[in-house]
């Protein structure tokens, strides 16, 4: 480094000297962080204490239980399709086929209700 | 209701927080002013600054593992500045929009003999490339060490000392060419 160097050191301390922030810039700053805590605190406990009783927040499980029991109906049909493919030709099979696809739609229906109580 | 343990420690997140935010608005603010140029759009990246650093604020500490956190403060406001210029597509309109009114309030026994000097310094390190530029603000403007710095810049700390004393050198070269350019003249 050249001999120069400390006293242009000191030249650059000056020259960069801290530069004090506006003082309304503190109090935006702090009533932004404060509306953000306090709005985050209040729609977490406003939105716990309604979840149970505002019909809106059913949706998500009401979704759930079509969802799941769409599934379970289109399961057996896929399951009743499988069984009847090797006996289509045969009109006495169609029946039973039927008859298992009714039974077997009966009972996932009885499943599913036992699941909700 | 919300856990009564999670409440607390968000309400000591919030505390410490605000010790940070006490502790260093200064520091991001005369960072973002020396890298931006202008007191308006320092004021908005230091509030940027801060509010990105809430979000994070508690995976930083943990992450931190007690080391302090100005650099990674430093850091938002540096990729924040960033992400500025290249929106705007633009570096700032003249080297610090306010230079005159910046060294006129440093000290008044400057106003005579030092403040040509002191507006040659501060047009050269704005011209000095980015890294370099962002190295003496951290040094000089926040009195940063070495260590601090290369936390901020993501560099080694070698590395970092060798870019400050480059920067210092090829501000002084600057300097010292418009001192002769001007006495030239």
Redesign the interface.
């Known amino acids: 480094?050249?001999e120069?160097?400390p006293s242009?050191?000191g030249?650059?301390?000056?020259?960069?000297?801290?530069?004090?922030?506006?003082e309304d810039?503190?109090h935006?700053?702090?009533n932004?962080?404060l509306s953000?805590?306090s709005s985050a605190?209040e729609e977490?406990?406003a939105w716990?204490?309604s979840s149970m009783r505002d019909p809106r927040n059913w949706a998500r499980p009401a979704a759930a239980v079509v969802v799941g029991g769409s599934a379970g109906v289109a399961l057996v049909l896929l399951r009743a399709r499988h069984r009847s493919a090797p006996h289509r030709t045969n009109l006495r099979d169609a029946r039973l086929s039927a008859e298992r696809l009714l039974g077997d739609l009966g009972e996932h229906t009885r499943r599913l209700l036992g699941e909700r109580r | 209701m919300a856990d009564p343990q999670s409440q607390k420690s968000k309400a000591l997140l919030d505390a410490e927080f605000s010790d940070l935010y006490r502790a260093h608005l200064r520091d991001v603010y005369s960072y973002a002013y020396y890298r931006v140029g202008n007191h308006h759009d320092a004021e908005d990246l230091t509030e940027q600054t801060f509010l990105q650093a809430y979000r994070h604020f508690d995976r930083a500490q943990r992450e931190s593992h007690g080391r302090p956190l100005r650099p990674w403060l430093i850091r938002i406001a540096h990729n924040l500045a960033a992400n500025l210029y290249r929106d705007r597509s633009r570096r700032p309109s003249s080297p610090i929009d306010e230079t005159s009114e910046l060294v006129a309030s440093h000290t008044t026994e400057d106003l005579v003999e030092g403040r040509d000097e002191l507006a040659q310094v501060l047009d050269g390190v704005q011209r000095l490339p980015d890294d370099r530029r962002e190295a003496l603000i951290m040094r000089f403007a926040l009195g940063m060490d070495n260590r601090e710095i290369a936390r901020a810049m993501g560099r080694s700390d070698g590395a970092t000392k060798v870019l400050i004393h480059r920067a210092i050198k090829q501000l002084q070269q600057m300097v010292a060419g418009s001192d002769s350019a001007g006495s030239d003249e």
């Open positions: 480094m050249s120069a160097l242009f050191e030249l650059l301390h000056e020259a960069l000297s801290p530069v004090e922030p506006p810039l503190g935006r700053l702090e932004a962080l953000i805590t605190v977490l406990e716990e204490l």
